[in-house]
């Protein structure tokens, strides 16, 4: 018996798909295009969300400080991955801070959007 992956792949990886046309054509135009060099951060951990960020180019990382001082990497996003909706949605700080991998390229949906 063949094992058919796609029976368990989510076919929707896209955070704008049950959105109506009508929904996504206000979204494309309030999208604003972000360039991030290397080692510059996104937004800290403890600030609040301004919007949601969706890579076009380059990688991301999302790292938490310890009471040391020292980082632990959570993940690292790369192009097409979408971040930052999570403490919008709950109106809550970033538990997280993220930091520009390599020179970034992002779409930014700013949060008055959603």
Request: overall charge positive; charged content about 25%.
């Amino acid at each position: 018996m063949e094992f058919n992956i796609e029976k368990y792949h989510l076919k929707s990886s896209s955070l704008f798909d049950s959105l109506s046309i009508a929904e996504s054509q206000l979204i494309k135009e309030g999208i604003i295009r972000k360039e991030f060099l290397k080692g510059e951060c996104l937004f800290k951990e403890h600030s609040f969300s301004k919007g949601v960020y969706i890579i076009k180019k380059g990688k991301v990382k999302i790292f938490q400080t310890n009471s040391d001082g020292k980082e632990g990497i959570v993940y690292i996003y790369k192009k097409g991955d979408y971040f930052g909706y999570r403490p919008l949605l709950a109106e809550e700080p970033h538990p997280v801070s993220a930091v520009a991998m390599d020179n970034v390229i992002v779409s930014f949906v700013p949060k008055n959007y959603f």
